[in-house]
C-alpha cells in the first residue's frame, strides 16, 4: 500500500469526520459533560483540569470504536504508539 492509498483508507474509517470532525469530538465532551460523571462547578474558571480530562476521554472513547480485533493489529499499534 502506497501512503496515499493509506491516507485514503483512513479517510473512509473517518466517515461523518470528514464534514466536521471536531463536531463529532465536541458532541462527545458535551455529552461527558451532562453525564453526571464529572463535577465541573469546583473548578475555577480559569482551570483547564476538568476539560482537559474530558477532552482526553473522549479521545479514548472515540478511539476505542476503532480499535483493531486481532491480537496483531493490537500489537502494532502499541509498537505504533512508540514512535
Known amino acids: 500500500m502506497t501512503n496515499k ?3 485514503q483508507q483512513v479517510k473512509k474509517l473517518m ?3 470528514k464534514k466536521g ?3 463529532v ?3 462527545e465532551c458535551q455529552h461527558l459533560i451532562e453525564s453526571g460523571g464529572i463535577d465541573i462547578f469546583e473548578d475555577e474558571p480559569d482551570s483547564f483540569l476538568s476539560a482537559k ?3 482526553h476521554v473522549a479521545l479514548l472513547d472515540l478511539a476505542e470504536q476503532l480499535r483493531p480485533i486481532s491480537q496483531t493489529g493490537n500489537e502494532i499499534c502499541e509498537n505504533l504508539k512508540n514512535f
Do not use: A, E, K, V
Request: include cysteine.
Open 53 to 55: 480530562i474530558i477532552l
Open 21 to 23: 470532525g471536531l463536531l
Open 25 to 27: 469530538l465536541l458532541d
Open 5 to 7: 492509498q493509506c491516507i
Open 15 to 17: 466517515g461523518n469526520w
